[in-house]
């Protein structure tokens, strides 16, 4: 599992099969829609597709689809609000966990949001759907916006919203959250303002266009895994262990201090109460980005997107779909052949994709270089050579430098394995890679 991995972009090779079923997905009928009633009169949407949503998810061959989604329009009472989450889970309960926060965590945020409203009119605090303009106004020539009142008010109510979450789910019997949990990613956007809370290793990725008008992706999200240097230093700090083994040299994971388990490749989620004490958090990262007339969507995905695919090609696969209704179904019909030709030999893990368009422009501008690399996209053939050893990856460039060079972490995912690993007992002393006080460095 240690190979070097490198990308070769072909055009035209692939199958015939292929291009037929990728079409049949960029024009197909869009998902059904499923709703529900929420709280304050919000629009629950868990699969389908409204003017600037687009929704999908797809088991993968691991067992029950442990990925769960959802967005919730009018959020807190509000037409201007729009809640958007994805959330993947792991361990035997998994699949109950994901969706217990997925219900859950949106209506204790909406709950808190209410009560800080409240109790912002009381303290003469300005209100924070009233007053966000003006916080956002006072504090313009500051990058740190953790001063704003507004972003002050949304970070509070986030990180109350995912302890009573998180303590929920300690006190709920009927599910096992011991060795079971979940991570989470989601955004909330009022306007022109965008506030990201991250917890665990899904990604969120925006898409707007640079001074040449090209599509460039902006990651949101930090991937909180346990090799991250904050994330190894509070770990360390709390008597838990950080390593990888010899089957796994890429993926650190999280160890109790004198058992060989989990093995947790992650280093923030809700539940997995056995690690709670040593290290892991359900605190989630939390920041805030004003968007620009640039900016064109937000992809929030699962690790089984962006194990196989770089920013790049997300963006440009959204971009490139027919219709928006589904978009998010094209991008996850393209991480599932990934998978099969970058890892034949592995389970293809669950996919999720929420993506929220920010604008009613088109996806793309009718140019030449445009409609050619969307031509293409049909055409797109990856493969995967193993070399043996692994160090700095990076992709070549693509068409009209689309896709430019980055590292490419693929091999740095935890989805071609299980999320939770227990070691037999002797294994411990084929432990591969850097001590933890190395680690953090």
């Not at 409240?118 to 313009?140: C, F, H, M, P, T």
Request: proline letters at 3%.
């Amino acid at each position: 599992m240690g190979g070097c991995c490198s990308i070769n972009i072909r055009y035209g090779s692939c199958m015939e099969e292929e291009i037929e079923q990728e079409e049949w997905y960029r024009n197909g009928e869009k998902e059904a829609d499923v709703l529900r009633a929420g709280d304050y009169g919000a629009t629950v949407r868990l699969q389908g597709s409204s003017k600037n949503i687009s929704m999908y998810t797809q088991q993968g061959r691991k067992g029950l689809n442990q990925d769960a989604m959802t967005v919730w329009e009018r959020f807190a009472g509000n037409k201007d609000i729009v809640f958007c989450g994805v959330f993947d889970g792991h361990g035997p309960a998994g699949h109950k966990i994901a969706r217990h926060v997925r219900d859950n965590l949106p209506s204790k945020l909406s709950s808190a949001i209410k009560q800080s409203r409240v109790n912002g009119s009381l303290r003469g605090d300005v209100d924070v759907a009233a007053g966000i303009k003006r916080n956002y106004e006072d504090n313009s020539n500051s990058t740190k916006y953790g001063q704003s009142p507004f972003f002050r008010s949304w970070k509070a109510s986030l990180i109350k919203a995912f302890d009573a979450v998180d303590e929920e789910l300690s006190m709920e019997s009927a599910m096992d959250s011991y060795c079971s949990g979940t991570t989470a990613v989601n955004i909330i956007k009022q306007g022109e303002h965008l506030v990201i809370a991250n917890l665990g290793d899904s990604r969120a990725v925006l898409c707007t266009r640079d001074d040449k008008n090209q599509l460039v992706p902006v990651q949101l999200t930090t991937d909180l895994k346990p090799d991250v240097a904050t994330e190894a230093e509070r770990i360390r700090n709390c008597q838990g262990r950080v390593f990888a083994i010899d089957e796994e040299p890429d993926v650190f994971r999280l160890w109790m201090p004198d058992d060989d388990c989990p093995g947790l490749a992650m280093a923030r989620a809700f539940g997995d109460f056995c690690l709670k004490d040593y290290g892991l958090i359900s605190i989630p990262e939390i920041t805030y980005r004003k968007l620009t007339r640039n900016d064109e969507f937000v992809v929030l995905a699962t690790d089984g997107v962006w194990d196989v695919l770089t920013n790049h090609e997300v963006i440009w696969t959204i971009a490139c779909a027919g219709k928006r209704e589904i978009a998010a179904k094209l991008l996850v019909h393209r991480a599932v052949r990934a998978w099969k030709t970058k890892y034949p030999g592995s389970k293809i893990d669950d996919c999720a994709v929420v993506c929220l368009f920010l604008g009613r422009k088109p996806l793309l501008t009718k140019s030449k270089s445009d409609m050619s690399y969307c031509s293409s996209i049909s055409h797109l053939d990856l493969s995967v050579s193993n070399c043996g050893s692994h160090g700095g990856r990076s992709i070549p460039d693509s068409i009209n430098g689309r896709i430019r060079k980055e590292e490419y972490s693929a091999l740095k995912g935890v989805s071609r394995v299980n999320s939770l690993v227990k070691l037999p007992r002797g294994l411990s002393r084929r432990i591969s890679g850097k001590p933890d006080e190395d680690i953090a460095a």
